[in-house]
């Protein structure tokens, strides 16, 4: 059992890394190897002490060459569950593994992209944000996907193989997909209803020409970067939004810890470097308390 | 009137220094040309994220040159009081300079002297920050003279010039000062006593052969590298000796913010430069909020 596991490679998850590598503590990177897209897009970092004037790109390759030479490496599975079991922490991911730890940082980034009103709601019962996952339910079905980055067009196609019909809403511009059975629409849904399951996609106005405001549907697969902190995991405590945490980046879930953009604003590198070392301190000593007892 | 004054140039005032100027925020940096003691003399950092294992001398020197690119001077003078007026701050220096701004950042770091029981009480009744300052009135008295740096050795030797005896108590070898009426006790007093002025410094055992343990002094004067957070702003609430901070580096008094080690553990760079960067925003959002009221 790992003694922390980090979900973001962001610059919190980062930070948090090397402060537990630093600290002598074993642990789990989970994320990208090119570790943020919201990093590398970056045009230039003007404020961040000791890189002058640095570009995105710039700046995470000196995290990459930082963490190669710590030897830490990043685990590219998608961290889809975190379960608070009786003194540790299970995570789950997509590509079907599951690890276990004593505590875990939460380092998630933040979501331009907001949840639907009844997607936490209707979680497992309709909605899903893993295609190969649970794809196989909705054969000869009809679907909606919400697609935050073409990465994902794969997971889109995958599903529509399955699928009868498939309401593709993107988020990006330049959507490569082009499928009979697969229809675009440009509009953000507004509610997921249904009884015991889902049933239709609202929307503020019809989509499309000659679309109804309301869709009747099988099922929605929400495909973003990351999964909404307290659907990740269940019980963890947001305020608008952002996880909630004290100053030594605690949450209110017992050794779980967070860090980074999904704390709270400033959006901004520094103060996500501050708070992954923070967290890390925070999983030491909680570690170290731990022992004692 | 300045929209900010920054106290400290160690990490995180910098930090807070480089995000008001990408704010396009005017503001004076108070600190060192050669911004803190702390950080060059730190051997190796191994969990800075963006510089793999830099001394403490590079980074540093990197942070001298990203100031210098962005035309941001370091005030060399040394602060010696806050003052809260209404609705804005006066920061005077131990230079003779005075200072106005519209918020305050107190970055002042940690020291790792702590003062004497007794000292905030008598401060301005016989315990001094400033040789220069107060030391005329000492001419033929008896003076004890807390030293924590070499640097402060000149401010030593201007005291003795002017008083009778002096019991220098210097916390670093190799003290370079010699005179017949300077005298050195290797031992930190534990008290100052007095009635309405200070009287008597006190010892837990005799500090020297042939010394009482409770001397008779007129003064104390202690130089150190910074002046305790709560004796620079009167009113401003501490913890354990630690600026007492939200989440968004506010302190109990309105305007003030306050980041880095001064603000508690852990002591550590990431730490220090991420609370920089939210005290300076919080600075922002501060200054924009007053402008709408």
Redesign the interface.
């Known amino acids: 059992m790992q003694d922390c596991i980090i979900i973001g490679s962001g610059?919190a998850g980062?930070?948090a890394a090397?402060?537990l590598?630093?600290n002598g503590k074993s642990f789990m990177l989970f994320g990208r190897a090119d570790l943020s897209d919201k990093i590398t897009k970056a045009e230039l970092i003007?404020?961040?002490?000791?890189?002058?004037?640095?570009t995105g790109q710039a700046?995470c390759e000196?995290?990459q060459?930082?963490l190669s030479?710590?030897k830490i490496a990043v685990t590219e599975e998608k961290v889809l569950g975190v379960y608070a079991l009786n003194g540790k922490f299970g995570v789950s991911t997509k590509e079907g593994g599951y690890y276990e730890s004593k505590t875990v940082i939460l380092a998630l980034g933040v979501e331009t992209v907001k949840t639907i009103e009844g997607e936490t709601e209707f979680l497992g019962r309709g909605v899903s944000y893993c295609a190969t996952c649970d794809g196989f339910l909705y054969k000869g079905k009809t679907i909606a996907v919400l697609c935050t980055n073409k990465r994902y067009e794969h997971e889109v196609a995958y599903l529509a193989d399955l699928a009868e019909t498939v309401y593709l809403i993107p988020t990006y511009k330049g959507v490569e997909l082009a499928r009979e059975n697969i229809k675009i629409l440009r509009k953000m849904p507004v509610k997921i209803e249904g009884d015991q399951r889902v049933e239709t996609l609202v929307f503020s106005a019809p989509p499309a020409e000659g679309a109804e405001a309301r869709l009747k549907i099988d099922g929605v697969f929400a495909l973003r970067e990351s999964v909404s902190p307290a659907v990740l995991l269940s019980g963890l405590e947001t305020e608008n939004g952002h996880v909630r945490?004290t100053?030594d980046m605690q949450t209110n879930i017992k050794g779980c810890f967070s860090a980074g953009d999904c704390t709270?604003?400033?959006y901004?590198y520094?103060?996500?470097?501050?708070?992954?070392?923070?967290a890390a301190?925070a999983v030491t000593a909680f570690l170290r308390d731990g022992d004692q007892e």
């Open positions: 610059p980062i930070s090397l402060t590598w630093a003007r404020n961040y002490p000791g890189l002058s004037l640095v700046f000196a995290l060459a930082q030479e710590a945490v100053r709270g604003r400033p901004q520094a103060k996500a470097v501050g708070e992954g070392n923070i301190h």
